[in-house]
């Protein structure tokens, strides 16, 4: 099978790896659609072949003359429909990163795609095959809490991966959807999944607490160092670039072909997404969600819990301990005694409890590679179907993909209007309900 990839930033990063390492016979990278040549270059330079590079107005052409069957979106948010649809109607299927789009037309523009031409999507929600919530799926499938009531959702992000999102495009709420979607849609999917179940109706608040010139961590940050002209070593709030071969690489270096800067202040103006975020969820089978995404946490990870009509159901997992005040992240492995003095432990802890009986702790299987283990298993399901079993259809489509996004988008109209929406009132293209898209 004939591969190209659409966007060589970061993100493209584990599906090259994965074409030119474990899974190269399962197909070829044969062209990039990028418009910055700098960063393409690079990808060369990981392949070891010279690849030709297309601009994203020639999408087109490129499918056709490199004859490319399938191909691999990791371009912004703002671009995915777009491209989707594009690639579809030029005859390739498409393995897209997750959020499967930003709006009400994006998700439009792929559905009418894929019903005009037959062509296969698939969503990249790497998080459904992590050990620790592949386990939870299951205690749930078989009863073992009884009929899902209600969900508790917490997400933390520290002050070195939150801050993040504030530096670079997805600032910027028309490129990135804000953290409502491009962040929370893997949560999202992540619920809909865990309780086979659709979501109809969403009431959001928030804002812009803790980053942009009036948040709260902007009086602490003292004065802010205009761009190039250094800060201090301490600094946590900064982003040295040449400090990392792979950012200077892709960003810092690559700067001069299209005026996009990576390493942007936290606190600077022009940030147009929130990054404190609480959420409730109504869902068709009657449970409803509590949720909420803080973006500027001490500490990193989520805690679940989830309540049925036979017990409860506890998920716990902290991903990284604490970050210090240089901005440098701690190896929880590096002082184990100083860690159980300072911190909450780093792991993962899945609690079954059934009323009247004692509370049990799962068995979490260890997983393999990224985002909690589940990232191998993905994988093997894009790039070589079929070769293990999947008894918890943990393989996502384009349904999933709207069923993630509409949360998101849902939230980010309650934001404005102040008010619950309904799902049912969005103009989605499909029915999130729908067992199959026709």
């Known amino acids: 099978m004939r591969y190209a990839v659409a966007g060589t930033g970061s993100r493209a990063g584990m599906y090259v790896g994965a074409l030119t390492g474990e899974h190269a016979g399962a197909g070829e990278l044969v062209a990039w659609c990028e418009p910055n040549p700098t960063r393409a270059a690079w990808y060369d330079g990981r392949v070891g072949a010279s690849l030709p590079r297309y601009e994203p107005a020639d999408l087109e052409r490129m499918i056709a003359e490199e004859r490319v069957d399938r191909l691999v979106v990791t371009a912004p948010d703002h671009a995915h429909a777009d491209v989707v649809a594009r690639a579809m109607r030029a005859g390739a299927d498409v393995v897209v990163e997750k959020p499967l789009t930003i709006s009400e037309q994006g998700c439009r523009t792929i559905v009418e795609a894929m019903r005009e031409t037959g062509r296969d999507l698939v969503m990249t929600f790497n998080y459904r095959y992590s050990p620790r919530n592949s386990e939870l799926r299951r205690v749930i499938a078989d009863g073992e809490i009884g009929r899902v009531l209600s969900v508790h959702f917490e997400w933390v992000l520290d002050t070195a991966h939150g801050a993040d999102y504030f530096r670079r495009w997805h600032r910027e709420k028309d490129k990135s959807g804000g953290l409502l979607i491009h962040k929370s849609s893997h949560h999202f999917d992540l619920v809909n999944w865990w309780l086979q179940d659709v979501p109809v109706r969403v009431y959001a608040t928030g804002g812009l607490a803790f980053y942009g010139p009036e948040g709260a961590g902007a009086a602490k940050a003292g004065e802010r160092p ?36 990576r390493d942007q202040d936290v606190f600077a103006p022009g940030i147009t997404i929130e990054d404190d975020l609480g959420l409730v969820v109504d869902y068709a089978g009657g449970a409803f969600m509590t949720y909420n995404l803080t973006a500027h946490g001490p500490w990193e990870g989520y805690r679940v819990v989830v309540n049925g009509s036979e017990g409860r159901a506890e998920l716990d997992v902290v991903e990284r301990s604490w970050v210090e005040a240089s901005g440098a992240v701690v190896d929880p492995s590096a002082n184990p005694v100083e860690q159980a003095e300072r911190t909450r432990p780093v792991g993962e802890r899945l609690v079954v409890q059934r009323h009247w009986e ?29 070769t293990r079993e999947d008894p918890l259809g943990q393989a996502a489509g384009v349904l999933d993909g709207v069923r993630a996004v509409c949360v998101g988008i849902a939230g980010n109209a309650s934001l404005v209007s102040g008010q619950a929406v309904r799902v049912a009132d969005l103009d989605l293209g499909v029915d999130p309900a729908a067992r199959e898209l026709t």
Do not use: M, N
């Open 226 to 261: 205009a761009r190039g002209t250094g800060a201090p070593a301490d600094d946590p709030w900064s982003l040295d670039l040449t400090a990392d071969e792979r950012l200077k690489a892709l960003y810092h270096d690559a700067e001069h072909h299209d005026g996009y800067i």
């Open 358 to 386: 004692p509370a049990r702790e799962v068995e979490i299987p260890a997983g393999k590679g990224g985002h909690g283990g589940g990232d191998a298993f993905l994988l093997q399901d894009i790039f070589e179907p079929g």
